[in-house]
């Protein structure tokens, strides 16, 4: 990446983690919702996928992210209270780096303070996970991270580089 970050470059994946959503019970609305707000500042949104909140499934699918050279991973669902929200804790097995200060904004904004969320480096994609529930919830919290999205992925690069 160059010294300013070009969102139109920005590999850009959002995946919703539904049991739900994945059986076809209910549409992925706020997923395509996400991705739409996402292209409307710019990013690259390259997939929007629906995967069911098994542990297994939820770290396969972020490490194909990882591996497939994604940028930027957005996820909705899977850190709640729920037994099978476990994401946070697959999160916790792939992570480089943790960023606390993206969910803790993102509980701030949604009032949303047992969403156990995270923001993580894992090799070169930031991963950051929304809480699902309302639907309402997930776009304002994308709205008041968003600025600090394109200086958080330069400093990835640059930490990249300097490796």
Do not use: C, Q, W
């Not at 300013?4 to 706020?30: H, L, M, P, Q, Y």
């Not at 916790?92 to 009032?111: L, Q």
Request: proline share 5%; aromatic share 6%.
């Amino acid at each position: 990446m160059s010294k300013e970050i070009d969102k139109e470059n920005v590999r850009t994946a959002i995946v919703t983690f539904s049991n739900k959503i994945s059986e076809g019970k209910k549409a992925n609305d706020i997923g395509e919702k996400l991705a739409a707000f996402a292209r409307d500042k710019g990013y690259d949104v390259v997939d929007v996928a629906v995967a069911p909140k098994d542990e297994a499934v939820m770290e396969d699918k972020l490490r194909e992210y990882i591996d497939g050279k994604f940028d930027l991973v957005l996820t909705i669902g899977g850190a709640g209270l729920k037994e099978y929200d476990r994401l946070p804790e697959v999160m916790k097995r792939i992570k480089d780096i943790s960023i606390p200060g993206i969910p803790e904004k993102i509980r701030a904004v949604t009032k949303k303070t047992l969403f156990r969320g995270k923001a993580i480096v894992a090799k070169k994609t930031l991963i950051i996970n929304f809480p699902k529930g309302n639907h309402d919830l997930a776009l304002p919290a994308f709205l008041a991270i968003e600025p600090i999205i394109p200086h958080a992925l330069k400093k990835i690069d640059k930490a990249i580089k300097s490796v």
